[in-house]
């Protein structure tokens, strides 16, 4: 679980995805637009972004800095990583039986392998982009 994965502009979401499922196989990786994540603030469902799009196709601002994940990357860094650099609201999701929940805010201090140590530790499903 040491790999790092790198986001560039270049970077398709489904690779992106893939990379970070491989290096923490109980997590996964979803992108939305602002816009989404207001509705989500009012309890609106939301839809993810295309997974076939680049970074740079969905993205509303950019710092001109990549962001790098590691074992030791909070989810709240990477969460406000990608919301300041990029304008995408992204949300580190686990799967619990079958149910696919956001990890909230009393993981948001926690690094990478913490919550997929504990993932793995809880029995949590093994994260899957395709739905079920």
């Known amino acids: 679980m040491a790999a790092e994965v790198k986001v560039t502009g270049q ?3 489904s690779t992106l995805q893939a990379e970070f ?5 109980y997590l996964g990786l979803m ?5 989404e994540f207001e509705k989500s603030k009012a309890g ?7 997974p076939d799009q680049t970074i740079a196709s969905v993205r509303t601002r ?3 800095e990549d962001i790098s994940m590691h074992g030791r990357t909070h989810v709240g860094t990477i969460e406000n990583a990608f919301l300041e650099g990029y304008g995408l609201y992204v949300q580190i999701c686990k799967s619990e039986g079958g149910k696919r929940k956001y990890t909230g805010g009393g993981y948001d201090s926690m690094s990478l ?11 949590w499903d093994k994260w899957s982009y395709a739905r079920p």
Do not use: V, W
């Open 44 to 50: 609106e469902k939301i839809r993810p972004l295309n």
């Open 21 to 25: 499922t491989e290096c923490y196989p």
């Open 113 to 123: 392998t913490e919550i997929s140590r504990k993932g793995e530790a809880d029995g």
């Open 31 to 35: 992108f939305f637009t602002e816009e």
């Open 62 to 64: 950019t710092t001109g």
């Open 11 to 13: 970077k398709k979401i």
